[in-house]
């Protein structure tokens, strides 16, 4: 099983290759091809069982572990156990799902619908900043085809799945870059109208995370002079002082990624401007990254430093469920809107693992599939109706419900997953990270759970009041087409199943998890 | 096991093939409706006592399962939710005959019944919350059907965030008690052994969820505004179901209830019964007469349980069940033919609509407590359990609840009098017609357990069933019906409309001034906050970058001379620095 993991990184590798350097329509259909494989060959990791009795408090289903640079003492350590495989068959589907619609619809690169050409072309045009994007610009018409998106969206597939299966934490650094260019280069090319803007925010944003990430990471390697995360693991080696320095760069740097409130103002410009499936993969599992690398690697190695700043990190987490609320209750745009509820939702997956107990970070975990699940359907919904009415103002939108009945009820079912109804995957997240908070006990987290419930509402405040301007109402504008394409149908029918499945039997994720979350608690010893 | 979780999976099914079928497919939509309703009912009827529950999920060291819990409340229960659940499904199929939208209406209809049945059989706090939230949900989209409405879509809006406001109090409590016991299970929550304070605590969180979901005061004013649903759904959620699941889940739970959380439902039912009355006295459209007397009447069954008796209030809770949802679709056979919900257009429909204003009269007259109809033995219950308090609520609880009980019954018999004269006698002022026979019969079939159900309390095996003691005739009788008839007299002579009554103490307003508007101001400044502030840091950052580049690089270039001098200065610099060191 061990090529497996090797396979499920190789795979969307060499397709990306393969989009890349096919004619138009054959690299697409090559790369999504080489989508459904990964995604194919990371589901059959899952292994139903569990070594209860190993020493370390990471105890992988199937390891590879290889030199790569013996020289600096660079492992090529990969692994996959409860916590990961999840995220891994997720990412593995929205990729899948993101290559299958462009193949029905590749959006049109952003040069063709602006007019920024013209005054490009013309000397002393209007300056651009961005001289990278403008020569991007000029390379355009060759670039920005269906076949180089879907090659782009493989390499992200790469670094995600290869974050998530990392176990060395140089490794794991490295393919948290990978993710980085790709992404600008899919908001630059294919975005909105201001979408060098959005881009150049991300990726500088992201980058100065990257940079804290970069120093924490050789922290500890150097403090403990192995890089290998299943022995840094519980922290053992490292100094109270380390640990604290460590995890506080660390934490800073993943806050970056997942956002936390109050480093999160580079996402709703990155999602307002990128194409759909921009948005999906980036809120659907590049988030993730973010809230993974603070279980996997805050928590983990740096233990003492994670205690040291849970009630911050809680504090932060509640302040960002409350202001991320507030905030889409005064939102104007259908995708701004969507961007922000992401800030709230991160806002419960890191509350809970800022409790540090099992049932925070299982809640975490499993808030985390699913708000990748439901979020990547609202942005797929969001980018139908954008391209349908040409419009995301939600004064402009309305009577979704008279022209497209099935689009309205797929949003009206969306935000109410969203919203965290009982019974769909929304919940249990939202629910348990409250739960654990409040079985924390004392004042402060009693207070959070009590604040955090009230985001609760406010939750369900914003996403009626979406609802209420956009399906409601009488009809506005011409909606064109009204009905819904198969391929539409087809890659969104498996997140509505998905959404009802783990909300109905969320065992699915958490079930597995319950045993690697519970040892490396136990590591930590909170 | 099995026949409890099918009941509600039956629903369930046909809720989810329903949202499936085209928007043609009316008949596919009423035979799959009706269907499920019909086999929900014949579960029901089926039920035994069943205790089963195996792990749903386990998260942390909190286990959650997923079993049901069936004793003979629950079963009567079940039954009357599906008793109106299959009335209310073949009564819509005339009522919506010119809908477009029927077949996810038919629908939205079965979710509820499945989620509404879920609660009833659940053996789990966590499933109870599943079923307690999607009721919820269904409440919301089937009052924003209506699109011809203008104001549906507001009006599901609140009452969707006012049930929601209640329910952060309602999750909180329920984990609490997880918290405690480990678990979920509600036999094990029951069999744990809190402290006071504990139970305390989680009796009033879980109490501000029972005040939302169950329109009791200071949560109540989203249900007059939920008339805008089309009237079988307010007759099946909004009346005879949703609205009384708060005060079912309080009967459940009972034993977990401290005395100062009984006290404080004591005060909000005493409040709630005379509000709602007050309310229903000086309002025009007849449904939302018939929500303000529901809020009253839920008002009851929770007095009830405040004075210690769940009995009383689980009787209470058929009885209104089969009257208020006669009563419902007995107004929507009116609503149907005059094609208005106001009294002041109606009147005089007597003659048009005999069926229909008997069942009317036999379900006003149940409301206001009439013997021998069904209100008059569930509420003489209630009033006796409030002169005769036995619960773990001080003793003043029981003399309030009483009053506002007695009170309650002229009031009642006021605006009940008040209705029937001002839509069925007096002057026409339009004409009617008797309603088409799939909404005429199940109007007609619910005026028997209206009138005769009351009845049950000389039936040893239904007293038992619930816990009720027997009907003990005393001349304390004759002081309710004695309050009855003199409210019956004011209300048939007239009275003034009390601006007051009319705007339910401006309620409304108040909330609005206190919730929504705070709330809004705080959204609109935060987003400047993080839009100018938050984000205008970052924004900033990267300006600022920018021109110190400009001005770095502006500085290079420069004259020769400056330039030269600036090279030896700095080598000169180097030197003394190299020599001191």
């Known amino acids: ?526 | 096991m099995i026949p409890g979780v099918l009941l509600p999976a039956v629903p369930f099914a046909a809720a989810l093939v329903g949202l499936l079928l085209p928007l043609g497919a009316r008949k596919a939509a009423a035979t799959v409706g009706v269907t499920g309703a019909a086999a929900a009912l014949v579960i029901a009827v089926l039920l035994d006592k069943t205790e089963s529950s195996r792990e749903w999920v386990r998260i942390g060291d909190l286990t959650v399962t997923f079993g049901v819990r069936i004793d003979q409340p629950a079963a009567l229960v079940a039954i009357a939710v599906g008793v109106v659940a299959l009335a209310v499904q073949v009564y819509s199929i005339t009522y919506l005959a010119d809908d477009e939208r029927y077949p996810p209406y038919a629908a939205q209809v079965s979710l509820f019944t499945a989620a509404m049945l879920l609660v009833v059989v659940a053996g789990d706090l966590i499933m109870l919350l599943v079923g307690w939230e999607v009721m919820g949900i269904c409440s919301y989209l089937l009052i924003a059907h209506n699109r011809h409405l203008p104001e549906a879509p507001g009006a599901a809006v609140k009452a969707f965030i006012l049930t929601r406001v209640g329910d952060v109090g309602f999750l909180l409590g329920i984990a609490v008690l997880g918290i405690g016991a480990g678990t979920f299970r509600i036999a094990d929550v029951l069999a744990h052994d809190y402290s006071a304070t504990t139970l305390t605590v989680a009796g009033l969180l879980l109490l501000a969820g029972v005040a939302g979901k169950s329109a009791q005061f200071p949560l109540h004013t989203w249900l007059p505004d939920a008339m805008a649903g089309p009237t079988p759904v307010s007759a099946l959620i909004h009346a005879a179901t949703m609205v009384a699941a708060g005060i079912y889940v309080v009967t459940r739970l009972y034993p977990l209830f401290t005395g100062t959380a009984l006290a404080v439902l004591g005060v909000m039912a005493a409040i709630t019964i005379l509000l709602g009355a007050l309310a229903a006295t000086a309002q025009d459209d007849i449904k939302r007469v018939l929500a303000w007397s529901t809020v009253s009447q839920i008002g009851y069954m929770a007095g009830a349980l405040a004075v210690g008796s769940t009995a009383a209030a689980l009787f209470h809770l058929l009885t209104h069940a089969a009257f208020k949802a006669l009563l419902f679709l007995a107004a929507g056979c009116v609503i149907h033919a005059v094609d208005s919900n106001l009294m002041s257009r109606m009147g005089g429909l007597r003659r048009d609509m005999p069926v229909t204003f008997w069942s009317f009269a036999i379900g006003l007259g149940a409301l206001a407590g009439l013997p021998p109809l069904a209100g008059f033995w569930s509420k003489e219950g209630i009033i006796n359990a409030a002169h005769h308090p036995h619960g773990a609520a001080p003793e003043w609880v029981g003399w309030l609840v009483w009053l506002a009980a007695l009170a309650g019954v002229a009031i009642t018999a006021l605006y009940a009098t008040r209705l029937l004269k001002g839509t069925f006698l007096g002057e026409a002022k339009t004409h009617g017609h008797e309603a088409p026979p799939l909404m005429r019969w199940p109007v007609a079939l619910l005026t028997i357990p209206s009138a005769l159900l009351g009845l049950a309390i000389f039936w040893p095996a239904f007293r038992e069933a619930i816990g009720l003691e027997e009907a003990h005739i005393d001349a304390w009788v004759l002081l309710p019906v004695a309050l009855l008839a003199a409210g019956a007299v004011l209300g048939w002579r007239g009275v003034p409309t009390v601006p007051a009554f009319a705007r339910a103490f401006w309620l409304d307003e108040v909330q609005h001034f206190l919730l929504v508007r705070p709330v809004r101001f705080a959204a609109r400044g935060l987003r400047l906050a993080d839009e100018a502030g938050v984000d205008g840091a970052v924004e900033g950052t990267g300006r600022a970058a920018v021109r110190l580049g400009q001005q770095v690089a502006s500085a290079h270039r420069t004259g020769l001379p400056r330039a030269a001098t600036a090279v030896l200065a700095a080598a000169v610099l180097l030197a003394a620095l190299g020599v001191i060191l």
């Not at chain 1, 990791?45 to 003492?73: C, I, K, M, N, Q």
């Not at chain 1, 909105?192 to 944003?205: M, N």
């Not at chain 1, 640990?243 to 410009?269: E, G, N, R």
């Open chain 1, 1 to 526: 099983m061990r090529w497996l993991l090797v396979a499920v990184l190789a795979v969307p590798a060499a397709g990306a290759l393969l989009a890349a350097f096919l004619p138009s329509r054959a690299g697409q259909v090559a790369g999504t091809v080489a989508a459904a494989v990964t995604l194919a060959l990371s589901v059959p990791l899952y292994r139903d069982s569990w070594f209860s009795y190993g020493p370390a408090a990471v105890r992988p289903w199937h390891e590879v572990d290889l030199t790569w640079v013996p020289g600096l003492d660079l492992r090529f350590h990969l692994g996959v156990d409860g916590v990961s495989y999840p995220l891994v068959v997720l990412t593995g589907l929205l990729t899948l799902l993101c290559c299958a619609y462009t193949l029905w619809r590749a959006p049109a690169p952003g040069l063709s619908r602006s007019r920024s050409l013209r005054s490009l072309a013309a000397p002393g045009g209007r300056r651009d900043p961005a001289s990278s994007l403008r020569s991007l610009d000029r390379i355009l018409p060759a670039l920005g085809r269906g076949h180089t998106l879907v090659a782009l969206l493989l390499v992200i597939e790469v670094g995600i799945l290869g974050t998530f299966l990392a176990l060395d934490l140089v490794l794991f650094f490295v393919f948290f870059e990978v993710v980085l260019l790709p992404m600008y280069a899919v908001i630059a090319v294919w975005g909105g109208d201001d979408r060098a803007h959005a881009a150049r925010k991300f990726v500088l944003y992201t980058l100065f995370g990257s940079v804290l990430l970069l120093v924490g990471v050789f922290t500890v390697v150097v403090s403990a002079g192995t890089a290998d995360i299943v022995a840094l693991t519980g922290g053992g080696e490292l100094s109270r002082g380390t640990q604290i320095a460590a995890f506080v760069l660390l934490a800073i740097a993943f806050a970056v990624k997942s956002p936390l409130w109050p480093l999160h103002t580079w996402l709703p410009d990155a999602h307002t401007q990128a194409p759909t499936v921009g948005s999906v993969i980036l809120a659907g599992v590049l988030l993730k990254m973010g809230t993974y690398g603070l279980i996997r690697v805050g928590v983990g190695v740096a233990p003492e430093g994670a205690r040291w700043a849970a009630p911050v990190l809680g504090i932060l987490a509640v302040a960002a469920i409350v202001a991320g609320s507030l905030v889409c209750l005064a939102q104007t745009e259908i995708k701004r809107l969507i961007a922000y509820s992401s800030v709230g939702h991160m806002g419960f997956v890191l509350l809970g693992i800022a409790t540090l107990t099992t049932t925070g970070i299982q809640a975490a975990l499993i808030g985390n599939v699913a708000h990748g699940v439901i979020t990547g359907l609202l942005f797929f919904l969001a980018g139908a109706i954008k391209e349908r009415a040409h419009t995301g103002e939600l004064a402009q939108l309305g009577g979704l419900r008279e022209q497209s009945p099935w689009l309205a009820g797929l949003l009206a079912f969306a935000a109410i997953a969203s919203l965290g109804l009982p019974g769909l995957a929304g919940f249990w997240g939202e629910a348990f990270a409250v739960v654990a908070s409040l079985d924390k006990g004392g004042p402060l987290w009693t207070t959070l759970a009590a604040v955090a419930a009230v985001g609760g509402a406010l939750t369900a405040a914003y996403f009626l009041r979406l609802l209420r301007r956009v399906t409601h109402g009488p009809a506005v504008g011409v909606l064109d087409p009204p009905g819904l394409a198969r391929a539409e149908v087809a890659a969104w029918a498996p997140l509505v199943l998905l959404a009802l499945v783990v909300g109905l039997l969320p065992a699915l994720v958490l079930g597995m998890a319950g045993d690697p979350v519970g040892a490396l608690v136990e590591a930590v010893g909170s």
